[in-house]
């Protein structure tokens, strides 16, 4: 399909349907553009902005007490909801985003040490409980990104903070796993929650890095290394998206299914979550047709081979066999796609050849 | 040039933006995403992306293999069964078709193979050679294959064997001062990619169309735009062009001023003038600094340049805004 047109006559809506669609094409034709990278730079851009912001509180020692820290964080962040709801203004709104950012950082500072007997536990259960607050109620989906991501992250340091903690990191990746894959699955998601799906996909493929990454940090935590069946979770989940997104259970009745669940099952055991997490956001970003996400993809899964050839958990030479087996195992899958198209073909040919009686 | 908008491709993202919104029906929305990823859609996206993807793995493979250096094999095991890689790769893309997807996949493999067999012949026979003689020759030898292929994912990988190549020998064995040694490999490497980016530029237009990808044009564009940015912003900073810093300062100006009238009036690229403004965002920010905190840098004079800061940026993001707005109705078949 061309063009709108093309799309909308060869659906066959009924003329309601056909006119909403019309409707929404001229009012997209006539807004400004506004593509998924222009809103990661504002939210880049007000993460700097909130950074460079932080020192001017310095003046009213506000940093002092945690009563002032608090007090200050509320007050910011209830000024950075007003200026958001309210303001159209480009600036006002990036200045909305950098207060809002800033009043969550103080508040989270301020009641994780409110007895000044901090711990990460601690920290990581304010900032849990202050971005579920705050999450709905500043409209701006950078903010509602970062912060969401800024959670994840404090979730992964407290779990590297002690090796007791680290046995948690394979129940979070499997968590994580489900809520990436449940909230891209899920076609109807309220627009509220995109920011957490882009958040739970970045935090996904950030975790999988760091767990290949952390046995470079000998010196630091030698045991802290991940489980292998954390992969057997992920590869659920690419089944389950793949088959949601390709007709459902009735997807399961398709041959080429059984060869993706084949090939997923073996990168599965193969005890690696890189490769099935980056084909998981790769069939996504198809799904949704998300070009920021599949190049997000293909960073990550560059990014995984560049920090999987240095990680010394696993020889080299299986991680050759592993990352050149899950290749084949690709081209094989793609073979059998292409055999069935093919039969498929020569079907269709050979019932139109044969005389109807 | 399309008048209305119904003249335009579809848009998936935009049909569930709009059906998330609840500004279309379930069933519109199921009707259209029925007919926007069909069956053969899926199976045409599957093909392409099994391909690239496990051709990649497969060549991640027999790297890591060959990196480890398996005592098991001989040297001529070794070098024959990564020469055996290369030639059959190279035959294969002629028997499936050089011009077919599987063909060009079969010389990237074949390319990536010259780069080992180099690196299995340095380990067999330790010559003691620099190794940017492995990058360099690597480039050399496979850029007939590059130029008769005609695939811009290959030229990316020349491009980046090659750039490897200058920085390991200006690193190693220039004759240039250390303190221009870094500068330097910047300014080398923004010069090559910007002279890709000008050569895909006028071949695009000549109807090159392999090169039509606007992947291409953004991997370039960042490629220069990086390497000028960082002397630009240290010259900002320091307002001091040493080292050799003044030509890629110069070379940073040039890209960004003549980038931005071509992307803005001639190619109407968004995303290019996206990178050549936060490129021109971040210069300007590190010379604001060099304004506010050379006599002091107090408390205050830091809220200052914050505010300032938030200001320049917050600017940048609504410049590009409007700019897309603008450039949006000069294609609709408005003023140009």
């Not at chain 2, 811009?152 to 750039?163: F, H, N």
Request: proline share 4%; hydrophobic share 55%; aromatic share 12%.
């Amino acid at each position: 399909m061309s063009t709108w047109a093309q799309l909308i006559q060869s659906v066959g809506l009924n003329a309601e349907q056909v006119e909403s669609v019309q409707k929404q094409v001229a009012v997209v034709a006539g807004a400004p553009p506004d593509p998924a990278w222009l809103k990661a730079l504002a939210a880049v851009a007000g993460w700097v902005a909130c950074l460079l912001l932080a020192p001017f509180f310095s003046l009213f020692d506000v940093y002092e007490s945690q009563t002032s820290m608090g007090v200050f964080g509320g007050l910011l962040l209830v000024l950075g909801v007003v200026l958001m709801r309210s303001g159209k203004v480009m600036f006002v709104h990036h200045l909305a985003l950098a207060f809002s950012l800033l009043g969550s950082g103080m508040l989270v500072a301020a009641f994780a040490d409110f007895d000044g007997d901090m711990s990460f536990g601690r920290l990581v259960l304010v900032q849990l409980v202050i971005s579920v607050i705050a999450y709905p109620l500043v409209p701006s989906a950078a903010y509602r990104f970062l912060v969401s991501v800024n959670t994840a992250f404090l979730v992964v340091c407290w779990m590297v903070t002690s090796e007791r903690h680290y046995y948690w990191m394979p129940a979070w990746l499997v968590v994580l796993g489900a809520v990436t894959g449940l909230l891209w699955d899920w076609r109807a998601r309220p627009v509220a929650l995109n920011a957490l799906a882009y958040a739970c996909a970045f935090a996904l493929a950030g975790t999988v890095l760091f767990d290949v990454l952390i046995d470079q940090f000998r010196w630091w935590k030698v045991d802290m290394v991940s489980p292998q069946w954390v992969s057997l979770p992920h590869a659920a989940v690419f089944i389950v998206v793949v088959a949601s997104f390709t007709g459902g259970v009735a997807a399961f009745r398709k041959p080429w299914m059984w060869g993706a669940c084949l090939v997923a099952a073996l990168m599965g055991l193969s005890g690696e979550s890189g490769m099935i997490i980056a084909l998981l956001l790769l069939v996504i970003s198809f799904a949704w047709d998300d070009r920021l996400l599949a190049v997000f993809a293909y960073l990550f899964l560059g990014g995984f081979l560049f920090f999987y050839y240095y990680s010394l958990e696993v020889p080299l030479v299986a991680k050759s066999w592993i990352v050149g087996g899950t290749g084949l195992g690709l081209l094989a899958l793609r073979a059998v796609l292409t055999l069935l198209a093919l039969r498929a073909v020569l079907t269709l040919l050979d019932r139109k050849a044969t005389p109807q009686p | 040039m399309p008048t209305s908008p119904l003249d335009r491709p579809p848009s998936l993202g935009l049909i569930q933006e709009w059906y998330q919104r609840g500004l279309i029906t379930a069933d519109t929305h199921r009707a259209l995403l029925a007919q926007l990823r069909s069956v053969p859609v899926w199976r045409q996206w599957a093909s392409w992306n099994l391909l690239g993807l496990g051709t990649t793995l497969v060549l991640a493979g027999v790297i890591f293999f060959f990196a480890y250096n398996w005592q098991g094999m001989t040297r001529l095991e070794r070098l024959a069964v990564a020469q055996v890689g290369l030639f059959g790769a190279a035959i294969m893309s002629r028997i499936v078709g050089s011009r077919t997807l599987p063909g060009h996949m079969l010389m990237v493999a074949a390319c990536v193979m010259i780069g080992v067999v180099l690196a299995v012949f340095g380990q067999a026979y330790q010559t003691g050679a620099d190794t940017y003689g492995l990058f360099t020759g690597w480039a050399a030898l496979m850029l007939v294959w590059v130029v008769a292929q005609c695939y811009a994912p290959l030229w990316i990988l020349w491009l980046s064997v090659l750039t490897t190549g200058i920085w390991l020998y200006i690193i190693d064995v220039s004759p240039w001062p250390e303190q221009e040694q870094f500068w330097t490999a910047l300014r080398g490497t923004a010069l090559l990619h910007l002279l890709a980016l000008v050569v895909r530029e006028r071949l695009l237009k000549r109807g090159a169309d392999w090169l039509s990808g606007t992947w291409l044009r953004m991997w370039l564009l960042l490629a220069v735009l990086g390497n000028v940015t960082v002397p630009a912003v240290v010259w900002a900073y320091e307002w001091e062009l040493d080292h050799g810093k003044g030509p890629a300062v110069a070379l940073w100006a040039l890209t960004c001023g003549v980038g931005f009238y071509v992307y803005r009036y001639h190619l109407h690229s968004l995303g290019a003038l996206g990178l050549i403004l936060c490129s021109a965002c971040a210069v300007l920010l590190s010379l604001l600094a060099k304004v506010f905190f050379t006599n002091d840098a107090d408390l205050g004079t830091g809220t200052a340049y914050g505010l300032v800061a938030t200001g320049v940026l917050g600017a940048m993001v609504a410049w590009l805004q409007a700019l897309g707005q603008q450039m949006n109705k000069e294609q609709q078949g408005g003023q140009p």
